[in-house]
């Protein structure tokens, strides 16, 4: 099992510019989420999925688009970049009925808006 | 919603025991989870607690008081691997396992 991926590891993008940040998991899991993470603080909820069609807002969603065609797969896209969402961005996956509500989480990709 | 508040750093010597707190205010909270992230790494799940009381897990325990809004994580033995930071993170009882996580705390052990 290759777990939870994320590519790119890094970006930088101007201003204004779109990307989409790739997530896959293989592990079979319902529920996939988008976080970001900013220097010295927690992690903020983007946008998250309960299972393939199925998409909600999370604390954060502004400014950020996402999809859910696959079990497997879980794009976040950047619409229209700004410098405030310059992050590290993490995807995380997980059963819906894990009784311990564990998280698994990707590598990261860490991104510079200019 | 949910917010979880934590101290921002602790020092704590090799081989001693820390204990890193988290009050939370909260609609709908289910249960409280734990995670250590490295720098530069991503956070990886130590435990949960959905009911009151101690659960332990080798090394590390975690405590959970509903009726106090509070909870927190044990660590015994240190070990310099354990420089990390720690985070609390609320379960919300919408289900799906819509998570909040706390402001997290900077662990640092010295010799």
């Known amino acids: 099992n290759a777990g939870v991926t994320q590519t790119p590891k890094f970006q930088v993008l101007k201003t204004g510019q779109s990307m989409t940040l790739q997530c896959a998991q293989d592990?079979?899991?319902?529920?996939m989420s988008w976080y970001r993470q900013d220097p010295g603080m927690g992690l903020r909820l983007i946008h998250y999925?309960?299972?393939?069609?199925?998409?909600d807002q999370g604390e954060v969603p502004n400014g950020y688009n996402v999809s859910r065609s696959t079990t497997e797969d879980f794009p976040l896209r950047l619409l229209s970049a700004a410098p405030s969402q310059t992050s590290v961005y993490f995807c995380?996956?997980?059963?819906?009925?894990?009784?311990?509500?564990?998280?698994?989480f990707g590598p990261g990709t860490r991104l510079t808006v200019t | 919603g949910q917010s979880l508040e934590q101290p921002s750093e602790v020092t704590a010597v090799e081989g001693a025991i820390v204990q890193i707190n988290c009050t939370y205010q909260t609609s709908g909270f289910y249960g409280l989870s734990w995670y250590q992230q490295h720098d530069g790494g991503a956070p990886t799940f130590l435990s949960y607690n959905a009911l009151d009381g101690l659960e332990e897990t080798g090394r590390f325990s975690s405590f959970l008081s509903r009726s106090d809004s509070y909870g927190y994580l044990l660590l015994q033995e240190l070990q310099m691997k354990d420089s990390a930071s720690y985070f609390c993170?609320?379960?919300?009882?919408?289900?799906?396992?819509?998570?909040?996580f706390g402001t997290g705390t900077k662990l640092q052990v010295i010799p």
């Open positions: 995380a996956s997980s059963h819906v009925r894990d009784s311990s509500y564990e998280q698994y």
């Open positions: 993170a609320g379960v919300n009882s919408g289900g799906y396992q819509k998570v909040t």
């Open positions: 592990m079979n899991h319902e529920y």
């Open positions: 999925s309960v299972g393939a069609g199925i998409t």
